[in-house]
């Protein structure tokens, strides 16, 4: 079983067999007399917790995948127990136990408490350890993104089980519910890649897009017969600072006998918060890393501008410097979404205002004309995840060696990134 995507062995739980029913009756009940752990538990292992999106797509999407197998317990409260380390900081914890509904177990105490104590899982689901989103997969889409729609449910049961109303349903098209003369809402997200000039470059195609919508909106006509480009409103955002409200200044008084806040279930949280931005997103724009690990939570519909970095890191404008997309996968393992990227043979000149104008009005375009959804995932890939897809459609004993995650490979291999390999950048030393 393999319980953890970055550790390549396999484990194998120790088993007593017992001749019949009835010893084994005996035992449960009059030699060992368990402590019984009711429900559904789900176990994972990660590391990295503290970063958000190898929490939420590297550790607990890959242990839904495996409980979406087992249906209808994808869709009830689960527990989970997570091999994780100690954290101080790691509010991925609470989304970990607020999206199972049942609480968090960390398998560190639990090793601990079984030393003297007999502890019986009513159910329990491990071995997940492929399906996490650097699993690079043959079609280089989120694994069971698509296959099991496991992305689209994800998405759901996160808002479900924050609170948070669910983002609108469109089921064939990404004009349903929506009329050439809205204001689309696009969210440019802040991005470390970013280098100073790529800033400047940004703020000026924010104001080129918000301007033209504030001059159409200032006029007394309201005639869209006139519109050359969809309104937009542009918003730069960093995530760290949205917070959720403060109610700091209301009294509850808890019982001795609380497990936990009375005020739990009522109050938003950071995250809460983020979500309600999300789901009022029509347009996503940002670069590699953890501001693509959103994406998933995006309405139907919407578009994900990728937007880019270079690699190798601060290579920009260079003989050496080529295109990176990174976590393409994410994107075309997302199909009621729409993905469009920064041209690559022009981001290694660094982001420049034009382009980011033209990404900005194609996406726009593209929702009120109307997309077609589901999206063809091969559609939502950059032309290099094009290329890779078709290559290990070609090689299949290149494919094997990249994405099979056993413990007889050469793991660099498995940590291949898609524009390495179609730029022929350390894979091949």
Request: glycine share 6%.
């Amino acid at each position: 079983v393999r319980t953890d995507a970055f550790v390549p062995s396999h484990i194998t739980p120790n088993k007593r067999v017992f001749d019949t029913y009835s010893d084994l009756e005996k035992f449960v009940r009059t030699v060992i007399d368990p402590r019984v752990i009711p429900s559904v538990t789900v176990h994972f292992g990660q590391p990295w917790h503290d970063n958000i999106g190898h929490a939420l797509f590297d550790g607990l999407y890959p242990a839904y995948v495996a409980l979406i197998r087992f249906p209808p317990r994808h869709l009830q409260p689960f527990r989970i127990l997570a091999a994780i380390a100690d954290c101080n900081v790691c509010w991925s914890e609470d989304i970990y136990s607020r999206f199972g509904g049942l609480g968090l177990l960390r398998l560190s105490v639990l090793n601990k408490m079984s030393k003297s104590n007999w502890f019986m899982f009513e159910e329990l689901i491990m071995g997940s350890g492929t399906f996490c989103q650097r699993c690079t997969q043959p079609s280089f889409q989120l694994p069971a993104g698509v296959e099991l729609d496991a992305s689209r449910l994800f998405r759901d049961r996160m808002y479900q089980q924050h609170g948070v109303l669910y983002p609108v349903v469109r089921q064939k098209s990404s004009s349903e519910g929506r009329n050439s003369s809205d204001v689309l809402q696009a969210y440019i997200i802040d991005n470390k890649r970013y280098t100073s000039e790529d800033r400047k470059e940004i703020d000026d195609a924010v104001s080129e897009i918000n301007n033209y919508t504030n001059s159409y909106l200032n006029k007394t006509t309201n005639s869209t017969a006139k519109l050359q480009w969809p309104l937009v409103r542009v918003t730069y955002l960093f995530y760290n600072q949205i917070k959720a409200r403060n109610f700091s200044n209301l009294q509850v008084n808890a019982t001795p006998y609380e497990s936990r806040s009375p005020t739990y279930e009522l109050f938003e949280n950071d995250f809460i918060a983020q979500l309600k931005l999300l789901r009022q997103m029509d347009i996503h724009i940002t670069g590699p890393g953890t501001g693509q690990m959103y994406q998933t939570f995006l309405s139907d519909g919407s578009v994900m501008i990728n937007i880019g970095g270079i690699r190798p890191w601060a290579a920009e404008k260079t003989e050496r410097a080529y295109s990176s997309y990174l976590e393409q996968q994410m994107t075309s393992g997302t199909p009621y979404i729409k993905g469009l990227f920064y041209p690559i043979n022009e981001r290694q000149k660094g982001i420049q205002k034009n382009e980011v104008v033209k990404l900005i009005r194609q996406a726009s375009q593209l929702i009120l004309e109307g997309f077609s959804l589901p999206v063809n995932p091969r559609d939502n890939l950059a032309p290099d995840g094009q290329l890779f897809v078709e290559m290990c459609e070609k090689d299949k004993e290149f494919c094997s060696m990249v994405t099979n995650r056993i413990s007889s490979k050469y793991y660099p291999c498995l940590d291949i990134w898609v524009e390495d390999f179609v730029h022929e950048h350390h894979q091949w030393q």
